[in-house]
């Protein structure tokens, strides 16, 4: 993969606003995303954060604004779209394993369908993936089988083997018991780490201070405040995120 | 017994129509139901109004009107099929509105997040259906599916009034050169149409227990 000129960003959004009906959800969102960096949304129920997750992959359309992924604007539909998609992971709330098919072809299946890999390398490569995330003996059982932790982790390797340039992920801990929560974090920790181009919607503080480089903060559709994590979490600069924050942080 | 030796002959050419047309029949509402569950889950909306107007159409016209369409419209446009085929084609694409309806509330049941997963790997529209949504909707509609079946099988019944020599089509025959034999005329038949329809329930109650997915 050849180097591009340092100084631009691998994802960008440049006025973006939606609307879902009346509702203006996300408005006017300016924000780029360098490589290796990892960024971190949080913002009350309701603000957004999802929804501008979704417009990464176009999972949502939007309705003005532009969105570069490495250079290149999302088309609008059909195979270009797809093929973009496939170099953008996704890591839902809800997992959403694929329930027919057992973990290993979970992860397999892209690259053997989009990727067009062979079934022995894509198989090679899932079980060390899943291996990494720590569910390998597991390859075999269907998603309803594994604890949320486990299936998480198994999404997780799933939007790995695309080899993605960017993550996103939108409250993976949100659907787990406090007990699993860590062992998803360990794995997102060590992927950021690792240099992974991340968005991360998350109320994990401890995961946001570790690994993130940037705090992005999200308001009624709109972003109020970027920050590096410790300027946010000890000095954040509007009243909202000061709002918001001691809500958070007493209970 | 004299009856069913001098009417064996008979009677298993039309348990044979019966059989050929439900199978021919059923292989057609398959492909084509599935097509037009396909068109209406579509993001084109040209597709979905189309087959939107065809399940609405065949589902709530009789099917004798089917067969008047197709054995006596079609050559109206010179386009001539014999009765058999008129039978199978009749059949087959009324029965594939009730395939496509019970195929959609199938993709409706498989919940939105496996698409979108799919979708999020790289999968296009066709391959999502193909791969993660279909396999799955097929599974929870193992029973319904199964309920068009046999209620088709029994449909066919229709072709005897248009000149194919089915199970039905026995019955005045029969009836008329054997008047003393009525109950056993009909017995045959029935026996005929349960040859086909039991076995098809325990079929589909097997498929039904060997597919079920892990939720
Ligand atoms: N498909 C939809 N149709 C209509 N309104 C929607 C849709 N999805 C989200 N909304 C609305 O858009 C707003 C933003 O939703 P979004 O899910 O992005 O918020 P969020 O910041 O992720 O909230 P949460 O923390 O609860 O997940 C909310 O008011 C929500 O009700
Ligand atoms: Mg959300």
Redesign the pocket.
């Known amino acids: 993969m050849t180097e591009r000129p340092t100084g631009e960003p691998l994802v960008r959004l440049s006025g973006v606003n939606k609307w879902?009906?009346e509702?203006h959800?996300l408005q006017d969102i300016d924000l780029s995303i360098d490589r290796g960096e990892v960024v971190v949304v949080i913002?009350?129920?309701?603000?957004?954060?999802?929804?501008?997750?979704?417009t990464i992959n176009r999972l949502?359309a939007i309705e003005s604004g532009e969105i570069t992924i490495d250079g290149q604007r999302l088309p609008e539909e059909g195979k270009e779209l797809a093929r973009l998609r496939a170099d953008v992971g996704m890591v839902f709330?809800s997992f959403n394993l694929f329930a027919h098919k057992t973990i290993l072809e979970n992860v397999t299946l892209g690259p053997i369908k989009v990727r067009k890999q062979s079934k022995a390398d894509a198989e090679k490569r899932a079980r060390e993936l899943l291996d990494r995330v720590g569910v390998g003996h597991q390859a075999d059982k269907v998603p309803a089988q594994l604890s949320g932790g486990q299936q998480q982790r198994v999404a997780i390797a799933r939007a790995l083997a695309m080899d993605p340039k960017v993550m996103l992920f939108?409250?993976p801990t949100?659907a787990l018991d406090p007990e699993m929560i860590n062992e998803v974090l360990d794995v997102m920790t060590s992927l950021a780490r690792d240099g992974m181009t991340m968005v991360v919607?998350t109320h994990e503080m401890g995961f946001a201070r570790r690994a993130a480089n940037r705090v992005v903060f999200?308001d009624a559709?709109r972003i109020v405040e970027s920050a590096v994590p410790e300027t946010f979490f000890t000095a954040p600069s509007s009243e909202r995120a000061k709002d918001f924050l001691s809500k958070i942080l007493n209970h | 017994m004299q009856f069913f030796t001098d009417n064996f002959p008979l009677l298993r050419d039309a348990f044979l129509t019966t059989l050929g047309l439900s199978l021919l029949a059923g292989l057609l509402a398959l492909v084509l139901g599935t097509v037009l569950a396909a068109m209406r889950v579509s993001p084109i909306p040209p597709l979905r109004g189309l087959a939107t107007f065809y399940v609405e159409t065949f589902r709530n016209t009789p099917l004798t009107v089917v067969f008047f369409f197709i054995i006596f419209g079609l050559p109206q446009i010179d386009f001539v099929v014999s009765f058999f085929v008129g039978a199978v084609v009749s059949v087959g694409m009324y029965t594939a509105a009730f395939v496509a309806e019970a195929l959609r509330s199938g993709i409706n049941a498989v919940g939105p997040g496996q698409a979108e997963a799919a979708r999020a790997i790289g999968l296009t529209f066709g391959q999502s259906l193909r791969e993660i949504v279909l396999p799955q909707a097929f599974r929870t509609v193992v029973p319904p599916l199964g309920n068009v079946w046999i209620a088709m099988v029994k449909n066919t019944s229709i072709a005897a009034g248009f000149a194919t020599t089915e199970l039905a089509a026995t019955l005045p025959r029969l009836a008329n050169a054997n008047a003393g034999d009525i109950l056993l005329i009909l017995l045959a038949v029935v026996v005929g149409y349960m040859l086909i329809t039991v076995p098809s329930a325990y079929g589909i109650h097997r498929i039904e227990r060997r597919v079920a997915i892990l939720r």
Do not use: A, I
């Open positions: 879902y009906g509702l959800v913002g009350p129920s309701g603000s957004g954060k999802s929804t501008l997750c979704r949502e709330q939108d409250e949100s919607v999200m559709g």
